[in-house]
């Protein structure tokens, strides 16, 4: 288990809420958190009234990432958990801050945890990008978190992983490869976006439905947790196939 987690990315797709973003600021700042990135966001972040929130933090606040897209803020992460309230049209086991977080803290490589839009979450697209999912229990009568809320309790969960390892249990989803094993997000999405071009090509997705199959794909792969030597044969495959795809093409081009 590592003893810091400055190898944690909190991850913000489109915030629209400046209070919210300066008060996640503080509350990283408060449990040791560093590295805050931001997916095009809707508000300013370091307008008056994020720094208002931010108060210590305004550094941690100034030195966040801005970027244009979700595989942007990813790149390099090998581990990540996104956050969601509602249910999946794919089945997903659902776990607790508790259950999940602490794989990220035993990394020592990149790894990242996403949270979503205060009014609408994360897309089931962005929710691809994630091999493990968090829902934070809350009580029946109201069950809508605010974001600064949100990422306040995964933030002291991470802490609590660091200060009192015993407590956090880790669940049987723990991947046994060791950190240095996994493929970077960024890598694998390479592969699935060269599956993708082939299967469409020979027939196997049709464009209407391609999305949904190829989550399912998604899903499936995620599970294995692939190793970059891994990623790499898969694609070797790919090549050839499409090699023999387009070879038969050329002889016979009915």
Not at 133 to 142: A, F, Q, T
Not at 166 to 175: E, G, I, K, V
Request: glycine residues 4%; hydrophobic residues 40%.
């Amino acid at each position: 288990m590592s003893s810091s987690l400055h190898h944690i990315r909190i991850v913000l797709v489109e915030p629209a809420g400046a209070l919210n973003v300066g008060s996640i600021a503080r509350v990283m700042k408060n449990m040791g958190l560093t590295q805050l990135a931001i997916v095009n966001p809707q508000c300013e972040v370091l307008g008056e009234e994020a720094t208002r929130m931010a108060v210590h933090a305004i550094d941690l606040l100034a030195a966040a990432r801005i970027v244009p897209d979700l595989p942007t803020a990813l790149a390099g992460c090998t581990r990540v958990i996104a956050t969601t309230a509602r249910d999946r049209a794919i089945p997903t086991q659902l776990e607790t801050p508790r259950q999940a977080l602490p794989w990220l803290v035993e990394s020592a490589e990149p790894t990242a945890l996403i949270f979503g839009r205060e009014d609408s979450g994360l897309t089931n697209a962005e929710l691809n990008y994630a091999t493990r999912y968090i829902r934070i229990p809350v009580g029946s009568e109201y069950s809508s978190l605010n974001l600064a809320q949100a990422v306040g309790v995964c933030a002291y969960e991470l802490q609590m992983c660091v200060t009192n390892p015993n407590d956090n249990l880790l669940t049987n989803l723990t991947p046994t490869s060791t950190p240095t094993d996994i493929a970077p997000v960024e890598v694998v999405e390479g592969y699935y976006q060269q599956l993708e071009s082939l299967l469409l090509d020979i027939g196997y997705l049709l464009p209407h439905t391609a999305a949904n199959r190829m989550e399912k794909i998604r899903r499936l792969y995620n599970r294995s947790q692939l190793s970059p030597n891994e990623v790499a044969l898969l694609r070797g495959i790919l090549r050839q196939v499409s090699w023999a795809v387009d070879t038969a093409k050329s002889i016979d081009p009915q």
